[in-house]
Every structure is written in C-alpha cells, then in structure tokens.
C-alpha cells in the first residue's frame, strides 16, 4: 500500500500522496464514480474470513447463491435497504468459523445455518443406462442438477461440495445437516477491519449497539482519513465521534443499511438533506421540534416526518468541535463528499501517471499543476466547486528533492436548506 494521509511537516517516509484540507481563514484527472459501501453482516452463508464483493445487478438476481436466501426472505431485508442505492458493496460474514453442513453425499461449501436448507434428490436416470439425476435443492429451490455414472463424475458447484467416494444411490431428498454459525465478537469485528484496510469505498456501515464496538469503528474510520488517506466515512447508531469521518444516526440502528447505501451513492454535487426515505421500514420520527433543534447541534443525523413521507432532516456528520482549521462547513456531509472526492481522485492521478514516472521538474510540475485544474474545472461543471481559479492551485518544490509540494484552494457548493423571506405587504 502506498502511503497517503494528511501531514503536519514535509517529513514523509512512505512514497505516495499527502492531502491537508483545512478552512480558508475568515475577515487530468477523472472523476471517480460514487455508489461503493461495506458493511459486516451476521449472515447464514457465504464465504468465510474474507471480503466479497456483490454488484446490485447480482443481489437482484443471485441471492441465493449468494447469500442463500430468495430475494423477498426477510432475511434479506437489511440488503435490500442496503441495495436501494448502493451500487456495489463490500461485504463480510460477522459469523465466519461456523461449522459446515454435510451428509453422505456432499458438504456444503459454506458454513452457517443456511446449508442446513440444502438437500440431496437422486433418482435413476432414464437417458444414460445406469446412471443418476442427481440434483441439489435450496429449500424448494433447484439450484443444480447433474448426471453421472457415478459420484466421482460430480461437478462441485457455488452450493456443495461432493463427496466424490460416495456410492449413489436412489434417495427423495436427504438433507445435509450440522451447519452453525460462527459468535460474533469484538474479534469478529477487529477481523473485518483488518482485511479491508486495501478497499477503497464512500460510507461503511455498522448495525452495533455496544458503545465498544462503536468506538472500534469510530477510531478506525479516523485514523484511516487522516494516517492512512482512505477516506470515507462511517455510520453508526448513537455514536458521538465528533468527527467528520462519523455520520451519528439518531432514529435507530435499523436505518443504518439504508442510510449506508444513501451516502454512498450520493453524487459529489449533492446532498442528502430534504431525501426521502424510500425503504421498508416503519422508521421512528416520533420527535419534537426542540428534539430535531438539539439532534442537529449534537451532531445526530436524523430523519422527520414531512407529511406522509420521512425525510433526512439535515445531511451532516458528528463533528461538533469547530476550529479554525475546520469550521462548520466540515459539519456538511456534502463538504466531505467534495473533499474526499478531491483527495481519492488527485492521489490516484498521482500514484498513476506521476510516482516514479515523471521527473520533479519545472515540467513535471507543470503538468501536475495543469491535471489539478484540469479535475477541479470538471467539479466546478458539476456544480460541486464554485468560484475557482487557475490562480488556486500552486506547485511548488518541496522541502526534499523527491518531494511536490501543493497548495488548492476551493469553494464548497452547499445546497439549499433554508429559506428566509421578508414580504413586504402595501
């Protein structure tokens, strides 16, 4: 991993890009595209001790594969809400190291409660002579069927594993038993962390009430922001990080899939206030509007009822603590969406084109200085940054011979979120 963060002095030892953003004192690089959470599940199947990936095309269309229920199960419910907006997730299994369910036939190729659902139907075949139909079902659902002369002729698919030494034999379904989960612990979790520290994605999300837990997440998602420059940022239910890196969710845990797969895919010239909330969930806006006043300065994102309809009151983080280095623009999840866009784009345009590549020159420089404008003219398009200027981005030497110093400057697009209007009658 190359290095990235933010720095206090050009004193570096790892090769990579280096990012401050602090506030302006008061008196060719793409786009990278948005959409991309994680989360850490409890769940009853799938792999184990590892990150998978799943596209919502295929948490539409493969659930059962993946996750071993169908769509519409209620086990489901929290992916779904996960997938409204989310276009790609990284996700790992809390309940990994569970036991694997099998019988004389087959194992199943993940452990969790979920193989306990699998079951074995042989019957003899009619179209090879002394063979077998051997098909494996899901509950009800057929999910692969073979036919062999024997077990060693199986082909091991996405739900079990044969037993290629078993001796067929006519059965109208046997199922597999054995299958548990794994106990989630503090581990379960400090384990997920430590195999996604390569990924790079916009909102975590982390369904916890243990004020430990919480805190776990809350340092990691720090200190990944300002020591390691992955930025992204982390929902959690009741949890007052006072940091932009935490996004404090007041109406309960179970909104946190949703709200997760909302920021993510939150386009960088966007916001979340005023969005409506567009799940399954009876969601919790039982509140005042003393309650909301006091959740917005406390830091709590939360959502109201607007008529009918429940609605994100405010989109911001948990910082609460102002400084001159960052003053309540940062408060703005739509701030944070700017900058990080800023930070993630800039570093991989750096990593890429210039990092051992091009030398630390006039030229070199130059052409750094020109892709920099070159991405913040595409923000400003976007409607993301406004009044910039070529005069805003400065590249200078460094302090060291290997080093490229530069200073940006940029102005956040915030979007509406209240009206003050005088009439005047006559």
């Not at 917005?296 to 009918?308: Q, S």
Request: charged share 20%.
């Amino acid at each position: 991993m190359l290095g990235g963060g933010t720095f206090t002095s050009q004193n570096k030892v790892l090769p990579g890009a280096y990012i401050n953003f602090i506030s302006a004192a008061r008196a060719a690089a793409a786009l990278g595209g948005r959409g991309v959470a994680t989360m850490p599940l409890a769940l009853d199947w799938g792999p184990d001790h590892m990150i998978f990936t799943v596209e919502q095309e295929d948490f539409l269309k493969d659930t059962v594969a993946v996750f071993g229920y169908p769509y519409s199960a209620e086990q489901m419910q929290p992916l779904r809400e996960l997938f409204r907006h989310a276009t790609k997730a990284y996700l790992y299994k809390l309940t990994s190291g569970g036991e694997k369910a099998s019988n004389l036939f087959a194992t199943a190729r993940y452990s969790g409660t979920r193989g306990n659902a699998l079951r074995i139907v042989i019957g003899d075949s009619i179209d090879l002579e002394g063979g077998y139909d051997v098909k494996v079902y899901m509950e009800n659902i057929l999910v692969d069927a073979q036919t062999v002369a024997s077990a060693a002729e199986l082909t091991d698919n996405e739900f079990v594993i044969w037993k290629r030494d078993a001796e067929l034999s006519a059965t109208a379904g046997t199922a597999l038993t054995g299958g548990t989960n794994g106990t989630v612990t503090g581990a379960s979790h400090q384990a997920y962390l430590d195999v996604l520290e390569p990924y790079s994605f916009n909102a975590m999300g982390v369904c916890t009430d243990d004020a430990t837990t919480k805190a776990l997440y809350a340092a990691y998602a720090k200190r990944m922001r300002d020591k390691v420059g992955t930025k992204f940022q982390c929902v959690l239910y009741g949890c007052d990080a006072d940091s932009e890196s935490v996004i404090n969710v007041k109406n309960g845990m179970e909104i946190i899939p949703w709200l997760t797969g909302m920021e993510a895919a939150c386009a960088v010239n966007a916001s979340c206030t005023n969005a409506v909330y567009d799940g399954e969930l009876s969601v919790n806006t039982s509140y005042t509007q003393m309650q909301l006043e006091k959740a917005l300065a406390a830091g709590e994102l939360v959502l109201h009822a607007v008529g009918t309809e429940v609605r994100i009151l405010e989109d911001i983080n948990s910082l609460v603590t102002v400084t001159e280095d960052k003053n309540e623009l940062f408060q703005s999840n739509q701030t944070i969406r700017v900058l990080d866009q800023i930070a993630m784009d800039i570093a991989a345009l750096f990593n890429e084109k210039y990092h051992g590549k091009i030398q630390n020159n006039e030229a070199g420089r130059v052409s750094l200085w020109s892709d920099i404008v070159r991405h913040h003219k595409e923000l400003e398009k976007l409607g993301a940054i406004e009044g910039f200027s070529e005069e805003d981005v400065v590249v200078t030497a460094g302090s060291e011979k290997r080093g490229v110093s530069v200073e940006d400057k940029v102005t956040i697009v915030g979007a509406m979120s209240q009206l003050y209007m005088t009439v005047v009658v006559q």
